[in-house]
DNA sequence: CGGCCAAAAGGGAGCGCTCTCAGCAATGAA
DNA sequence: TTCATTGCTGAGAGCGCTCCCTTTTGGCCG
């Protein structure tokens, strides 16, 4: 275990004795150096890297009750997350902003419902200034457990209700889809299927509702219900194919649906974009680049969603802004059709 | 900001009141209640359940100098983590560990340089008890920077010369590695090439010495440098074809790689694994599965290996344990070939 | 050159907890 | 009955820092 040497690390008291002043001094000069003499702060500094001081932050927190740190909860049964390099985009961003800001990341993985109730004590723990929550499903418990701290949520939780305080960082799922649908029928595409995702997500139920609003009467068969895995995208695919056999174009609701579907579709022997056109959802760098053919799709900017989030949370928790201007809001952000050759 | 309400939460002194005790003992029993006598305990855990006492945090570390909390360091420049459901893995295995030990994950993503030095200086902070450090390229410098913290390294560590106290969980990189040339060449296989990864990190580096072991006076032709990546892969094939357009057998580094390179091979009319065997390395799920066609690879428990990093760690730090017993040292995990189709 | 005032520096309390040690009751041995 | 012993429990001292409040300093005006 590479290193346990603990001499004890130079206190505050220290720094103070070594530069000739009191601890509240240091502090400042610490904390900024405001209302100190510049002599002082040169002092002070040259003491503090002399003695290679660091603030003990345990020892801050007690008193300001800030912790310089936010939760990061990925509540998501099993796999997806690994599956999908979403989470990690996101988890980017949102690092990005928090050390931009001098603040940690205390990242919590669920498995399962017990997990929950051993976030929510943590959280209500009072051991971060605020949580960054992801991924919720529609029935998911979670929300309900987290009191007390300030929360910004990834996606559209399923049960805000118009706005009631929840603040949430989302793209526009359903004007996003309502594009890529259009396109598809601009591109002359008349039997216009669409494979959704999980329905117990809003991300999900949205892109459909997007689905919806351009093939107003679509055809049921079209619809058909999926979970966002490569997997059940090509399931979803077939049965469509078995269905409809005259389909000619689809949506899927994401870009590893879309390129299970195209496995399906190669499988018997549809061409793509020739004889079915597909558009995905999500804009996977990668993946959708690289796929066979590469993958028209709609992109939303999934590490500017973590970094917004992040922003957002941070704002709320700064006690120091004007009382009106700081209290954040939601944020939907803007998707765009990204053109390739699948569609 | 969902719930700023921000009552004044219970102190222990509050518990030691409502319960007629002292605070000593209300602390004995929240720390797990040896040496208190059975009624108190009862009565000092029901005004914790009343009172919805949560221990602070901050205070018990001040004291203490514990955190219950480990740094996991990820320096990777920019793109792979997020191509690469890897450290996703990883991290579900270490965050799986260390939730059995209390134990909370700080998250230190690194974006070039200029962050190792803020890494360091949190690390040197003693803000956590321990660090779990992965992705080190050879000429990292950020190991020479961490002091003072217990660290356990993912993947052996270039400079790791032998032993000198350096704990690192990897798996059997050359092993597998042979294993699969091996496989290879059982197959009838004679011009069997390799796509290295970038060899500036010892993975990488392992698996080539691996494929040398077997394919002892190997064309130098046949073998390529890349980079890990799909799209490096695919150019490394491309570039094989042309070396030695007789190649019958290819040897990836990785999974992603050998998904490029079998693109590649499609696209030059070659048949994957009629006309040229293809291996992978790390059973990235569902990649591998949902490969076309589905790839045969060396598959390496990587969940396996975040849970059992955290565990070296917690061991490490565990004072209460034997003198001899807790010194942890490295592990180096098997890997298993699985057979699909493509080889 | 003295006095006044604002700004800078210092003193000290206390954040909530753990942990050592003293106190004290109960028990058993002398 | 008395005294040592054991085993709980309580009192109190800090952990290292911030921040309020007091004291000191230094600039400037009269």
């Given at each position: 275990m590479t290193d346990q040497s603990t001499q004890p690390r130079p206190?505050?008291?220290?720094?103070?004795?070594?530069?000739?002043?009191s601890r509240a001094t240091v502090s400042r000069v610490v904390n900024g150096g405001e209302g100190v003499r510049?002599?002082?702060?040169?002092?002070?500094?040259?003491?503090?890297?002399?003695?290679?001081?660091?603030?003990?932050?345990?020892?801050?927190?007690?008193?300001?009750r800030r912790h310089d740190a936010v939760a990061v909860v990925i509540a998501e049964p099993e796999t997806?997350?690994?599956?999908?390099?979403f989470f990690a985009?996101?988890?980017r961003g949102?690092?990005?902003?928090?050390?931009?800001?001098?603040?940690q990341l205390v990242l919590l993985l669920t498995e399962g419902r017990d997990d929950h109730a051993r976030v929510a004590r943590y959280l209500a723990g009072g051991h971060v200034d605020g949580a960054l929550v992801f991924s919720l499903h529609l029935d998911d418990p979670l929300p309900s457990l987290i009191h007390?701290?300030?929360?910004?949520?990834?996606?559209?939780?399923?049960?805000?209700?118009?706005?009631h305080g929840v603040v949430y960082v989302d793209c526009d799922n359903r004007g996003g889809a309502r594009e890529a649908v259009r396109h598809l029928v601009g591109l002359g595409r008349t039997r216009v299927a669409h494979i959704t995702g999980a329905l117990d997500q809003t991300s999900a139920v949205d892109r459909l509702d997007g689905f919806r609003d351009v093939m107003v009467d679509a055809d049921p068969r079209l619809i058909v219900e999926s979970d966002f895995t490569p997997g059940g995208g090509e399931r979803a695919m077939r049965e469509l194919l078995d269905r409809r056999p005259d389909v000619d174009a689809v949506f899927a609701a994401n870009d590893l649906m879309a390129v299970g579907a195209m496995r399906a579709l190669r499988e018997r022997g549809r061409?793509?974009?020739?004889?079915?056109?597909?558009?995905?959802?999500d804009d996977m760098l990668p993946f959708t680049e690289q796929a066979d053919p590469p993958l028209?799709?709609?992109r939303q900017d999934i590490e500017e969603m973590g970094r917004l989030m992040a922003r957002l949370l941070l704002r709320g928790l700064d006690r120091s802004g004007s009382a009106v201007a700081d209290v954040p809001s939601s944020v939907v952000l803007p998707t765009t059709l990204v053109r390739r050759v699948s569609a």
């Open positions: 206190t505050l008291e220290a720094v103070a004795a070594r530069a000739g002043v510049e002599p002082l702060v040169e002092r002070v500094r040259r003491a503090v890297d002399e003695l290679g001081y660091v603030p003990n932050q345990a020892a801050r927190s007690l008193v300001t997806r997350v690994f599956a999908d390099p985009l996101q988890l949102i690092s990005k902003e928090l050390t931009a800001h001098d603040s007390g701290v300030p929360t910004v949520y990834g996606g559209r939780p399923g049960w805000s209700d118009g706005s061409r793509v974009p020739e004889d079915v056109a597909v558009i995905g959802f028209t799709t709609v």
